[in-house]
């Protein structure tokens, strides 16, 4: 008995069962469990690609848990330009005097609707972390939906701070809003 197992639309694992004593009934019930599994319980399956695009494109919520968003809350903007999707995001606050503020620019790929995966530029200043020194992170991030949450959630969420490690919890809410 051979079972393939799909991800993402492609055959990522096969595996053959040498010498299956079962009958082809009960191969059967094994297999419709292990697809049940596999794919039954994901929400993901619901969407199409095109379903989780347009949930992702328009104007939302960006928060950066150090801002305590007294001007309000951040905005980042996805949107759809010479075929690429692009994300423009930004939030500040003055605290103490100081102006803090995170920004993120880059691409997303949408790999659900659940999971995005940006690549781009990330700049965040804030004045007790890091000696108020701005922290660039570039490169390819996943932010990803968990559970019954209605944001999605940078996963790599650690940057240095001097000879300590912070944890930025940057996040994208799913509401959207108006210009």
């Known amino acids: 008995m051979w079972i393939i197992f799909l991800f993402r639309d492609k055959a990522v694992r096969v595996l053959k069962i040498n010498n299956c004593k079962d009958s082809p009934v009960k191969q059967l019930k094994y297999l419709a469990i292990i697809f049940l599994i596999t794919f039954g319980l994901s929400p993901v399956m619901a969407f199409s690609a095109g379903d989780a695009e347009q949930f992702v494109l328009g104007n939302h919520i960006l928060t950066l848990q150090w801002l305590q968003n007294h001007n309000g809350l951040g905005k980042a903007k996805i949107f ?17 005097g100081n102006l803090n503020y995170m920004t993120i620019n880059g691409t997303i790929k949408v790999i659900s609707q659940t999971e995005l995966e940006f690549e781009g530029k990330i700049l965040t200043r804030i004045n007790y972390i890091n000696g108020g020194i701005p922290h660039e992170r570039k490169g ?4 990803k939906a968990w559970g019954g949450r209605k944001y999605w959630r940078m996963q790599k969420m650690t940057q240095p701070d001097g000879e300590h490690t912070v944890t930025d919890y940057i996040d994208i809410f799913f509401e959207k809003f108006q210009k």
């Open 80 to 96: 759809k330009k010479d075929g690429n999707i692009l994300l423009e995001g930004y939030q500040e606050e003055t605290y103490e």
């Open 140 to 143: 390819r991030f996943i932010l």
